[in-house]
Each structure stands twice: as C-alpha cells, then as structure tokens.
C-alpha cells in the first residue's frame, strides 16, 4: 500500500493495489493521478450517484475461491441506463472487475486476446461472435453492445479516467460464461472474461444493509434528491440511480431521473384505458422480503392480444416481472444462465430441452412509472418463447440487446394475497375482458332473437303456458348476465 497527500487538499490517500494509476479523494473529489514517484492533481471527479446497490467500497468477496476486496468504482450511462463497474484487488496482488447491472452482477478478469475478434461495428445482438480468448477460437451470444460515458466515479482505478470519459463495449455471453470485448482505446479491443455471479455465491461481507441503502439511495454528496415531475408535480415513487427513466402516471411525461435536476425528455399524452390491476407503489413480502411495484407496462402483439407487465424491485433482489395475461399469471426474471440450442425447435437448460412455442413482435402500448432502462410507447422487441412443462423461456431482441427470461405461473389467488386485493381487482387483462364482455352481448342478442321466435306458437295457445315461459325467459336471460358480469 501506498499512502500520498492529496494535491488538492492535503487529506491522506492510499492506494492499495500497485496497478492502480488514479484515486479520487473522498474529501474533495480530486483526480490524483500516480506519477513515478508523485501525484498530480487532474481536477475534480463527479460524485457517483448513490443508488440501490448493495455493494460498496470496501466489501469483500470470493470469486472462484479467490478473496478481493471492491477498491475502487466508476459509474457509467448510456442510451438505456445506469450501470456500475466495480474494481476489485484480489489477495494474490492480480486485479478483476465486478460489473454490477440492475441486480445482475459479473466478475471477469483481463486476458491476452489472438488475431480472431470482431470490428465493433459488426458486432450484432443476439448473433454469434468468434473471439480467441485461449489455444482456440471460442463462439459466443453477442447480448449488448453499448457506448457509454463515465458519470462519476470513487476509490482507485488501474487508468485515467475523468467525468465524459467515453467507454465503447460489447458483452458477450455462453450459459454462464461471460465475455466483454472493450474498444474504448481503439479498434482492437481489450478482453476481459469470466462469468455471471451471485452475491451469495461470492458470500460477500460488507454489503451495504437495505436501511443504510434506503437512507443514502438518490443522494450525491451533500445534495439530496427527490422526484416531482416537473410537467405537473405529481410526486413519482422510482429508484435513484437504478431506474432513471420514469414516465409520470399523471400527465404521461417522459423523465430522466440521472441527475437531482429532473428533466422533461417528451411531454406525455393520455391514451384511453390506462387502469392496472395492481397499482403502481404497491408493496407485496416475497419470502419475508418486501418488493415495490415501480413500473407497469401494457403491451400488444402482432395478432392484438394484450398483457401487462409490473416492474418489482427488492434491494437486494434487484428486479423481477409480474406478467398479467389472458392465461393467468406469471413472475418472470431475467437470466445470468443462458440456455443452449438444441435444434431448430429447442433450448437446452440445465438438462432439460425446452420447446419453441412462437414468435412474436411485442409493441410497448402504455408505460407508467419508473424503468431500469429507457423506454416509451411503441418501443418493439422480437421475442421467441420456448416451454418445457409449466416453466418458460423467453429471448427478446432489439437493436442494441439480447436477454432471455424465465417465466413460472403463479396463481391469482397468490397475486391477491401478495398485493392485499379484492377478488373482483384481479381480473383478466383489457383485450379479454372485452372479449367475454362482446360475447355477453352477442350471446343475448341471439338469445332474444329465439325467444321472440318461440313467442309465435304461444301467440295461438297461451293456456297454461305461461309459468313454463316465464322458467324459459328466465334460462334464457340468466346465462349472459353472468358473461356480461365476469
């Protein structure tokens, strides 16, 4: 370890890792940069935006039976969203990378790259990519490919980077391995890799608690931020730093929530239908641990069928899907595992081959309320499902990323019971309930022609008819109320 005075303001700092050339000061945000044999003073770095994450500097781990120790972070925005790079010193002296996105994290490692890599610019998501990262060429998934720019940043880091630093990278993936190719410093890129993890198989110590997370989320240093849309001063319930694209379920307002001063991206317009079964706030205790409703979205396929999908956050969770559609219900999360092919018609996960049901485009009708990435109406993606008994699997593609989802039923008397709803709230999604309601009324209207019909005959022999007509009107009659009332 080396310990220097900063420049700036003459507080100690240490760099603990000998591959670290830059540290910023916890005190005034100064840039230091290592020198030889001194340090010099580049200006001061923006403070990054504290949000859920329950990771922090300091916090100690295992990756592959290695201990590391989070040193260092910077905090990049692209197109979509926020996300975190964490730098990690582990025990040995060698140093790693902890990418930490929405709840998913990866840990990776620089390795020597061959001659066999992709130009950037040719890099597709969802396509296949041939890297030589060992003795032979090895294919993978392309699932991202973004440019991005730092935001802020703290602790150590092994090179200069300051506030507009421009960052341009793919992530590869294949089942858990992980790939990022970095061509932030040319066209031939830097490669780091390794795989998709788990807190709790890292068994980290040090984490932040989901109080200390609640108490600090949205803050830069000495500033406190807190969100009413601008349009019309509806307060909107989001997560600072993890969801900063919101859409105001009053005026439909369009916001980036990346900075304290929210801003206005596109004024919003009210469309007819917006009501949700489950309100946007809503709380429910998965497993002892309460989740928050954040977002709700409606979408709408190529054929006009419906469903709605409601963004739940849990501190230490991150993200999953609550999928309300005219099958029933559905909680959905997003994989670090990705399943293989096993055909044309199949994926292969975990031994077990899943199979192909359809695709679809699906078109976003309605958003409200906060999202872990961009979005607004009549965004698209490209989405093939796949189902091996009562579970499946969803990839969904756009132009810039490639995920793929993993989808189990849950029963509505389980949504109910979550959620504290009435029976009668939990109900189909729209295009269903006027469907049932449209054959209601069309059932009654055939149902009156026949019985005007049966009048005839009783026109010329009314006698002791009558109670039997009055039994039949009432067959008759009860049948669509009961459609029309579901």
């Known amino acids: ?10 507080a100690p700092l240490a760099f603990k890792s000998h591959a670290s050339v830059m540290a910023v000061c916890e005190f005034c945000r100064a840039t230091v940069v290592k020198d030889a044999d001194a340090v010099r003073d580049l200006g001061k770095m923006s403070a990054v935006l504290e949000d859920y994450s329950p990771i922090q500097l300091g916090t100690a781990g295992k990756a592959g039976g290695r201990p590391f120790t989070v040193i260092g972070r910077i905090q990049l925005r692209y197109a979509s969203g926020i996300w975190n790079e964490w730098f990690l010193l582990f025990d040995d002296g060698t140093n790693g990378w902890l990418g930490d996105s929405s709840g998913l994290y990866t840990i990776t490692t620089q390795r020597p790259l061959g001659e066999t890599y992709p130009a950037f610019d040719m890099i597709r998501p969802g396509r296949e990519v041939e890297i030589a990262a060992g003795p032979e060429a090895q294919r993978f998934i392309a699932a991202e490919k973004r440019v991005a720019r730092c935001i802020g940043g703290q602790g150590e880091l092994p090179f200069r980077v300051g506030e507009g630093w421009e960052a341009r990278v793919a992530d590869l993936r294949q089942g858990r391995a992980f790939v990022t190719l970095d061509y932030s410093d040319g066209d031939r890129p830097v490669l780091y890799a390794g795989s998709a993890v788990t807190l709790e198989e890292m068994q980290c110590q040090l ?17 406190a931020s807190s969100l009413l849309c601008p349009q019309c001063g509806t307060s909107v319930k989001f997560v600072p730093g993890v969801t900063p694209n919101v859409v105001c379920q009053n005026c439909r307002s369009e916001l980036d929530a990346a ?15 917006d009501r949700f079964t489950i309100p946007l706030g809503s709380t429910a205790n998965f497993g002892g641990r309460e989740v928050t409703v954040l977002g709700a979205m409606r979408r709408i396929d190529d054929e006009g069928n419906r469903w709605n999908e409601y963004l739940l956050f849990q501190p230490r969770g991150g993200f999953s899907w609550l999928v309300e ?41 309605l958003a409200l309320g906060a999202f872990n990435w961009k979005v607004a109406v009549g965004d698209t993606v490209r989405v093939s499902e796949y189902q091996h008994g009562q579970v499946r699997l969803a990839g969904e593609l756009t132009p810039d990323e490639f995920t ?8 509505s008397d389980q949504v109910r019971a979550w959620f504290g709803l009435s029976r ?20 009654g209207k055939f149902l009156l022609w026949l019985c005007c019909l049966n009048l005839v005959p009783l026109m010329f022999n009314f006698s002791g008819a009558a109670p039997w007509l009055f039994v039949g009107l009432l067959a008759l009659a009860l049948p669509p109320m009961f459609i029309n009332n579901e």
């Open 325 to 365: 559609t005219d099958e029933g219900w559905w909680r959905a999360e997003v994989m670090a595992e990705w399943p293989a092919a096993a055909g044309a018609a199949a994926v292969r996960l975990d031994g077990a081959a899943y199979t192909h049901l359809y695709d679809y485009t699906a078109r976003v009708e």
């Open 207 to 223: 984490l932040r608690d989901e109080d200390a997370i609640k108490a600090s989320a949205g803050r830069y240093r000495g500033k």
């Open 404 to 411: 793929w989802s993993r989808s189990t039923r849950v029963a």
């Open 1 to 10: 370890m080396q310990t220097v005075s900063c420049p700036s303001c003459g």
């Open 259 to 273: 900075t304290p001063a929210v801003q206005v991206l596109r004024a919003g317009e009210r469309s007819g239908d």
């Open 424 to 443: 009668k709230a939990v109900h189909a999604p729209p295009e269903t309930v006027a469907a049932r309601a449209s054959v209601g009324a069309q059932a």
